[in-house]
């Protein structure tokens, strides 16, 4: 099948987030199923001039928005044999960051505009538009309607994947009759209305042939009042049309026995990887030690990631367990000053890195015997996925992708990946930290748990085969 690849960032390209990830490595693994994927993305200011360098004009034409009549030249750059199309406009793109602006509507009016152009003029057609999160939701809805009539968009089948419900483009009502030339018949709640505004999210979730989300639990939780972002109802309406894929990780990326950022490269070797936390230990001045169980945070310090459940216990924990905390990232600045409080009470257990680096992450997950991960919603999550595959068990809250990929270790019978709560409560977590800490004091449990980590991988193969199978039932 031909499979166009529609989204707002894609690594090594443009990045902030998850989504990024998603669009650098599931094409490929598509790819290996046998499938032609391609990929469309803006062409933004933030993109290395390395790649810019690089990419070949294809055709260039105008696309109308309202009274305005904007250029639109569409670019392109073949990578690792997948081919990267970028909608060049310096007017909406050529700006310091990929968002965040008062015009944000019509940037990506005109951006899913410019895609649909850019296909009736392509000579390469695809029969599967696969539209990832609010910024392509409106693909779905051009097809039905300003496409609607042209025979050469009949046979094309649209997938729309939300990676998060919570950010969901909404904005006032004008932007349907101006930008998008569209009558009060799509005002209604079948079509775009969001309590008198217009919602990009709801025009992908009403219009699109198929709903994927990033995995099972999250399918389920996002057709409920708590997780649904007031589209709950929309969703349980196409219920019928929704599927969870959990995502993947590019295991040849994170491979901890080929990867330049650690001290000591290693597959499965327990001493090899205590190594690495003794090297993080004396880079990061906390007393270097083996033996003591360390806990690793790589996130966003912000209220979705579980952060008020850290600040409730964080000194209970550091003063009565005998443990390292390390954690690295940037976020809410009430987070950022509780952990860095945190550390100045207790220099010799946490080590508080308000930043973000690659290899720094890299070298964290590595280290550490344990990735906390407390969430209070999580759609699929990479943090727990990259934590297996460097053989570093999970603590994290049984919700959305969390639950699908972490099972609680038993040592009774020997099976589980990691260590899991249910209720998104700070001694639940404090509890379920405890017992991770005495299956770590307990040799052989943790050298069981070590081996069901190694057996617990989650490369994309699976997950493209998945999306095999649904783009032949949506196009049947």
């Known amino acids: 099948m031909n499979v166009l690849m529609i989204g707002s960032e894609c690594a090594p390209f443009v990045k902030t987030g998850g989504l990024a990830d998603v669009l650098g490595s599931l094409p490929q693994a598509l790819r290996e199923e046998g499938h032609d994927v391609r990929i469309v993305l803006p062409k933004y200011e933030d993109m290395s001039d390395e790649w810019k360098m690089q990419l070949t004009t294809s055709q260039t034409f105008n696309i109308e928005m309202g009274w305005r009549n904007q250029y639109a030249g569409i670019e392109f750059i073949e990578y690792d044999g997948i081919i990267v199309y970028f909608i060049d406009n310096e007017y909406y793109f050529k700006r310091s960051n990929l968002y965040g602006y008062d015009d944000e509507a019509e940037r990506f009016v005109f951006f899913n505009k410019a895609i649909m152009e ?89 219009f699109a042939d198929h709903i994927t989300t990033v995995s099972e639990t999250y399918a389920k939780e996002i057709q409920t009042p708590y997780y649904g972002e007031n589209l709950d109802g929309v969703l349980r309406e196409r219920s019928r049309k929704i599927s969870g894929i959990v995502n993947g990780i590019d295991v040849q990326a994170y491979n901890p026995l080929k990867d330049q950022s650690l001290a000591f490269p290693y597959r499965s070797s327990l001493m090899k990887k205590a190594q690495n936390k003794m090297w993080l230990q004396e880079e990061l001045g906390l ?37 390292q905390l390390v954690v690295l990232g940037t976020g809410e600045y009430e987070y950022e000053q509780m952990i860095q409080w945190a550390q100045s009470k207790y220099p010799k257990k946490l080590s508080a890195n308000i930043m973000f680096s690659e290899p720094l992450s890299r070298q964290v997950y590595a280290a550490s015997d344990f990735f906390l991960m407390p ?48 209720n998104y409560n700070a ?50």
């Not at 083996?290 to 912000?302: N, Q």
């Open 287 to 323: 007393p270097v030690n083996k033996d003591i169980p360390m806990i690793g945070i790589v996130s966003r310090l912000v209220e979705q990631k579980g952060f008020d459940l850290v600040g409730r216990i964080i000194d209970e924990l550091l003063d009565q367990e005998d443990l």
């Open 375 to 422: 969430s209070r919603f999580e759609p699929c999550g990479i943090g727990q996925l990259i934590a297996l595959r460097y053989l570093t068990a999970p603590i994290v809250r049984e919700t959305g992708g969390l639950a699908d990929t972490v099972q609680p270790f038993s040592e009774k019978t020997g099976e589980g990946n990691g260590f899991t709560f249910t």
């Open 118 to 206: 850019m296909i009736r003029k392509m000579e390469w057609k695809p029969d599967v538009l696969h539209c990832h999160d609010w910024q392509s939701g409106l693909i779905p809805v051009l097809l039905h309607t300003h496409y609607g009539n042209d025979p050469y968009f009949h046979d094309m089948k649209t997938v729309f994947t939300i990676h998060n419900l919570k950010y969901q483009g909404v904005y006032p009502d004008a932007v349907l009759y101006d930008l998008l030339g569209l009558d009060e018949h799509m005002m209604t709640t079948g079509g775009l209305e969001f309590f008198g505004n217009i919602n990009f999210m709801k025009a992908a979730l009403n």
């Open 427 to 476: 001694h639940d977590m404090l509890f379920t930290i405890r017992r991770a800490i005495e299956t770590y004091n307990d040799s052989e449990a943790w050298k069981q748990l070590v081996k069901n980590m190694v057996q617990s991988q989650f490369p994309w193969k699976y997950s493209a085969n998945q999306y095999s199978e649904l783009y032949e039932a949506t196009l049947e």
